[in-house]
C-alpha cells in the first residue's frame, strides 16, 4: 500500500491538530510513551516532530509533509512547498504574533532605542535578521523558556510569542513592535508535490482540513414552512445566506435548510418560529466545503 510520511506536531499544536483532523473525518490516536501516532487512515504513516524542526525534515524528504508554523518555516530558512494556509493555533483561530516586548516602565519606545541593548528569543534566526534590516546592533541570545520573566532583570527586551497578549500583560510588558505573524501552514518537498498519488493525497486532506476549519462556529438549520410564510421566513435569514428549499410530498409545504453562523442562531430561532417555520432542527457541522 502507497503511503504518505506526515510530520504530526508534537506540543502546543498537537491537541488542537488531533480535533482538527477528527473533524475531518481522520481519526488519530497519540500513545503518551509512542512517537507513531496510530491513524484509521492507513495511508497514513504518521510521526510526532516538534514544529520548530518540521520544515528542515521536510524538506529533506524524511517527510513528505507536515504541519507547523509559518513563523518556524521563516526560522529554519527551509525550502518548502506550501500546500494550504491552516488558520489555527494552539488556543483559537486567530493568526499568532511575534512581538519585540519591553517592561512597561521602559523608557524604550522604539527598536531603535535598543542600540547595544541585549534581547532574549527563542526565535533567533528570525530575529537577527529583524535587527540587521533595522540597522540596529543588539546582543541577542537564545531563551530556552520563561522569556517574558526576563525582561528588565536579564536582559532589555524580548520577542515573545504572542496569542491574545494576556501572557505580556500578566508579566507587565508593552509591546513596541509586531514582528511576524503566523499561522499554521500544511507543508511538502518537491519531489513529493510532484508524485502524483501523493499530491493527490495531500490535496484532498487539505479540502477535509479546510472544510473542517470552515464549519468552526457555523452551525445547520432545517425546518418545514407552508408556502404563504416562505417570504417572511427568508427575509429574516441573514442577506448573504441562501437557503436549499425543497417541495414537500404535500404542495403547500416546503423544507428549508440553511448554514448559519452559531452566534444568531439564538435570534433567528424565535423568529423564523413566528414567522411560521416548525420542525426546526440544529444541528452542528464537522465539515463546510465551499
Do not use: H
Not at 66 to 92: F, H, M, P, Q, R
Not at 103 to 131: C, H, M, W
Amino acid at each position: 500500500m502507497k503511503k504518505l510520511k506526515l510530520g504530526f506536531p508534537k506540543g502546543s499544536l498537537q491537541d488542537p491538530t488531533i480535533e482538527l483532523f477528527r473533524r475531518a473525518g481522520i481519526k488519530i490516536d497519540v500513545s503518551a510513551r509512542s512517537y507513531y501516532p496510530i491513524s484509521d487512515d492507513d495511508e497514513l504513516e504518521i510521526m510526532l516532530m516538534r514544529s520548530q524542526e518540521m520544515a528542515i525534515y521536510v524538506q529533506n524528504g524524511f517527510f513528505d509533509a507536515g504541519i507547523t508554523g509559518y513563523d518556524w518555516i521563516c526560522e529554519s530558512g527551509a525550502t518548502v512547498k506550501e500546500v494550504c494556509e491552516l488558520n489555527y493555533a494552539k488556543s483559537g483561530f486567530k493568526p499568532v504574533r511575534w512581538v519585540l516586548a519591553v517592561p512597561e516602565d521602559s523608557k524604550i519606545k522604539s527598536v531603535n532605542d535598543l542600540q547595544g541593548k541585549r534581547i532574549a528569543t527563542e526565535l533567533l534566526s528570525y530575529t537577527k535578521k529583524y535587527f540587521k534590516k533595522n540597522k540596529v546592533r543588539v546582543d541577542i541570545e537564545f531563551s530556552w523558556g520563561a522569556t517574558e520573566a526576563k525582561a528588565g532583570k536579564f536582559v532589555d527586551a524580548v520577542v515573545e510569542l504572542t496569542e491574545t497578549g494576556s501572557s505580556l500583560r500578566a508579566n507587565k510588558l508593552k509591546v513596541i513592535d509586531e514582528m511576524l505573524v503566523s499561522t499554521t501552514r500544511f507543508i511538502t518537498n518537491a519531489k513529493a508535490f510532484d508524485d502524483r498519488w501523493k499530491r493527490e493525497k495531500m490535496e484532498n486532506m487539505a479540502m477535509l482540513l479546510k472544510g473542517a476549519l470552515a464549519s468552526e462556529g457555523m452551525v445547520g438549520l432545517k425546518m418545514n414552512i407552508p408556502i404563504g410564510s416562505l417570504e417572511k421566513v427568508v427575509s429574516v435569514l441573514p442577506a448573504l445566506k441562501k437557503p436549499t428549499i425543497s417541495q414537500l410530498s404535500d404542495k403547500n409545504w416546503v423544507a428549508l435548510e440553511v448554514v448559519l453562523e452559531e452566534k444568531t442562531v439564538k435570534k433567528i430561532i424565535p423568529a423564523i418560529k413566528r414567522s411560521g417555520a416548525t420542525g426546526i432542527i440544529e444541528y452542528s457541522l464537522n465539515k463546510v466545503i465551499y
